[in-house]
């Protein structure tokens, strides 16, 4: 930090000079935070030496409370010769960079509470990267002139408190075991009659106890329903559109679907000793007409 030089009268540097002990002045409050908002806006300060001496000026505070894009304006205060308080008002006009301002300074000038002078400083702010402003001065108190460089800073903020770390990712669960294939689902193919036949003999393969012996005619029509379902979504699964056969009398079968094949609708009769108590259901796979279709989604596995 430079120093500033303080030139007083014969009588005052007498007046001093017979104290074996300076008292420093008490400074002022100065605004805790900017009121309005910019860059520059804060507490700018210089660096407080260890000991005050009786021919330099430190402690330096300006409070920056107002920023527009060509000025800057708040209050400061500075400790000179140990005892000279000096506080006042301090506004600039920025340059088009914002990296220098002309300074103007006025204020009062107090000696140990005792004498109060005015005073004026000029200088010019040399702007580094919104952290430090370097300002060499001049100027003028009842006391004499006065000139100088003083480098503010200001403190940077306090950094948030970094979060904690996160938990370790938990091990991936090992991998299922990929399903067995079902031996009762056919491999994909064209869609053709042959295919279609494979779809509905492999579903009856697929769910034995629905083609097995059935203690009543109604439980043999039940599980005869079921499986025409489920058939159904196999071969929609498959790839064929596929759904229920509406009868020419209007019923709608348990024993026959109907299947999308080679551009038109066939109805195929699937089960044979449907509903016959003690005797197991054959599945078949013969062709009827007329076609009924008749939407249906089946039952999936």
């Known amino acids: 930090m430079g120093a500033l030089l303080v030139t007083t009268t ?38 407080v030496p260890q000991n005050l001496s009786a021919s330099s000026c430190s402690t330096f505070q300006w409070a920056i409370t107002s920023q527009t894009s060509s000025s800057l304006a708040g209050q400061f205060y500075a400790i000179c010769a140990a005892v000279i308080l000096v506080s006042g008002n301090a506004s600039g006009q920025l340059d088009a960079a914002g990296t220098e301002v002309a300074l103007q300074l006025s204020g009062t000038a107090t000696v140990q509470g005792v004498i109060s002078c005015p005073f004026s400083l000029r200088g010019t702010g ?34 948030p408190t ?15 075991p990929a399903p067995s294939a ?17 779809v509905v003999y492999a579903t009856g393969r697929e769910f034995p106890t629905l083609t097995a012996a059935p203690p ?22 498959y790839g064929f559109d596929a759904g229920r056969q ?20 066939h109805a195929f009769d699937v089960f044979f000793d449907l509903g016959r108590p003690g005797v197991e259901m054959k599945v078949i796979f013969l062709e009827v007409f007329p076609a009924g279709p008749l939407a ?4 999936p596995d």
């Not at 430090?132 to 903020?157: K, M, N, W, Y």
């Not at 970094?162 to 299922?176: F, K, R, T, V, Y």
């Not at 079902?182 to 494979?198: D, I, K, R, S, Y």
């Not at 509406?246 to 609708?265: C, E, H, Q, Y």
Request: aromatic residues 6%; hydrophobic residues 30%; proline residues 15%.
């Open 126 to 159: 040399y702007i580094t990267g919104n952290e430090s402003i370097r300002i060499p001065f001049s100027g003028d108190t009842c006391l004499g002139p006065v000139q100088g460089e003083e480098t503010l800073h200001r403190p940077a903020p306090n950094e």
């Open 216 to 237: 009543t005619e109604s439980e043999g029509i039940s599980r005869a329903e079921e499986l025409l379902l489920r058939t159904i979504w196999h071969l929609k699964q």
């Open 246 to 265: 509406r009868n020419p009398s209007g019923a709608i079968s348990n024993d026959k679907l109907t299947i999308f094949i080679s551009g038109g609708w």
């Open 162 to 176: 970094p979060p904690p770390p996160a938990p370790p990712a938990p091990e991936p669960p090992a991998a299922s």
């Open 10 to 47: 014969a009588s005052a540097c007498a007046g001093f000079e017979h104290k074996e002990t300076l008292l420093s002045p008490t400074a002022p409050s100065l605004p805790s935070g900017p009121s309005g908002s910019g860059t520059l806006t804060g507490i700018w300060s210089s660096i």
């Open 296 to 299: 249906y989604p089946g039952i």
């Open 182 to 198: 079902n031996p009762n689902h056919v491999q994909p193919g064209p869609l053709t009659f042959e295919q279609a036949e494979q």
